[in-house]
């Protein structure tokens, strides 16, 4: 049985800088994000990337929505997936798209075509969640979830995956075992060190290819990034 809720949440892309400042410092480092990532995956092809936090409230969407501008202002084909199948985000940013989305592909209500729409940004495509189920945790271990992983790795350059802080449930580690590698957001000024060093643990452990770390500080006049390797 699933909760019919879709809300309705008011559209605020205000945030998404690579799209509205493209020429900004900050727009910069997400470029330059994209550019090691790249780098990374020249031995080992990483085609997606899940994104996820210590900590509620660190700015991962918003990380995942830009960095995923930024691939697709290179030209790539890229998808942004909405799977915090709990308390969905991505939608904020971006206008509302179709509702079945996801669960409508775990449901097989919809094909790839029905449930993705493409963004204002060109090459820029999203997969938001639809409506919420109130067993996320089973559906996210299903088989069905695998084969679309696999269709939509056939269909797109790169796939973002946003998903909810690895701290609170388990779907991101069952999660970064079906994508390429990870990142993990952290907050300055806000993730404590010991549980930015215990998700980076679960994620070390879970993950195919652990990048390391994005730095979100939104204590600054404007939100301000930077990446740091695994060591």
């Known amino acids: 049985m699933m909760r019919r809720k879709v809300k309705k949440v008011q559209r605020d892309d205000r945030k998404l800088i690579v799209q509205n ?81 996801l669960m409508g592909l775990i449901k097989k209500e919809s094909d790839l075509h029905g449930a993705i729409f493409e963004s204002e940004s060109p090459n820029l495509f999203i997969l938001q969640t639809g409506i919420i189920p109130i067993n996320p945790a089973s559906i996210l271990a299903s088989d069905r979830l695998k084969e679309i992983f696999a269709e939509l790795e056939a269909a797109f350059d790169y796939i973002i995956v946003d998903t909810p802080p690895i701290l609170a449930v388990a779907d991101a580690q069952v999660l970064s075992g079906m994508t390429d590698a990870s990142l993990l957001v952290i907050r300055n000024d806000y993730t404590v060190t010991e549980r930015a060093r215990k998700a980076s643990q679960r ?29």
């Not at 990532?37 to 990380?63: H, N, R």
């Not at 600054?220 to 740091?228: C, F, P």
């Open 21 to 101: 400042k493209p020429l900004s410092p900050l727009s910069e480092q997400f470029r330059m994000l994209v550019e090691n990532i790249e780098l990374m995956s020249i031995d080992k092809k990483i085609k997606s990337l899940l994104v996820t936090s210590a900590d509620p409230s660190s700015g991962k969407s918003l990380i995942s929505s830009n960095l995923a501008i930024a691939f697709a202002q290179k030209g790539k084909k890229t998808l942004l997936v909405d799977a915090d199948l709990r308390k969905p985000t991505i939608q904020k940013y971006f206008r509302n798209g179709v509702n079945l989305g």
């Open 203 to 231: 994620l070390e452990q879970s993950s195919r290819l652990f990048l390391g770390a994005v730095f979100n500080n939104q204590k600054q006049k404007e939100d301000h990034y930077y990446y740091k390797e695994r060591n």
